[in-house]
């Protein structure tokens, strides 16, 4: 069937912390994240109030997420399941995390490890503009034509 991108659902929610939580790099257990003010009632209380999350879906389990800060302008998380990585879900989650960012702003951002795996994924997807935050940390941005032209050469 393979996997597909829908909207979160409230009842999606303790699968997108057990995505979460399934991660090697980056790793946060839940009791790290509710630490953070990350809690399963917070997340149900986002995904309530606004478009903010999807979910990646293979045969009816979720294997993926992504997050939006709307009125930031932020993507705040996108995570795949270790054994689901590479297959194309981490790019779908992003793109349809941005195509909501990109209704509300022209340059959207977000914060990751320098040195990760993720900061080399979010370049190819066409971030940039590294603004270093501390030893270990990179914002990047992405402006709407970077989109715009993405979505034009995956239709082509």
Not at 75 to 100: H, S, T
Request: charged share 30%.
């Amino acid at each position: 069937m393979g996997i597909n991108i829908r909207p979160a659902l409230v009842s999606d929610v303790g699968s997108i912390f057990d995505v979460r939580t399934s991660v090697i790099e980056n790793h946060l257990s839940r009791e790290e994240m509710r630490l953070m003010g990350i809690t399963e009632s917070v997340v149900a209380d986002m995904i309530l109030k606004n478009p903010c999350a999807w979910v990646a879906v293979d045969n009816e389990k979720i294997i993926g997420f992504s997050m939006i800060l709307q009125d930031e302008g932020c993507l705040f998380a996108a995570f795949v399941r270790p054994e689901y990585e590479n297959k194309g879900a981490g790019r779908k989650l992003v793109m349809a995390a941005e195509q909501e960012l990109f209704k509300h702003h022209d340059v959207v951002w977000l914060e990751t490890d320098k040195n990760s795996r993720a900061a080399k994924f979010y370049r190819h997807l066409g971030w940039g503009n590294d603004a270093v935050i501390n030893d270990v940390d990179i914002r990047l941005e992405k402006k709407r034509r970077a989109f715009c032209n993405s979505i034009l050469r995956k239709e082509s």
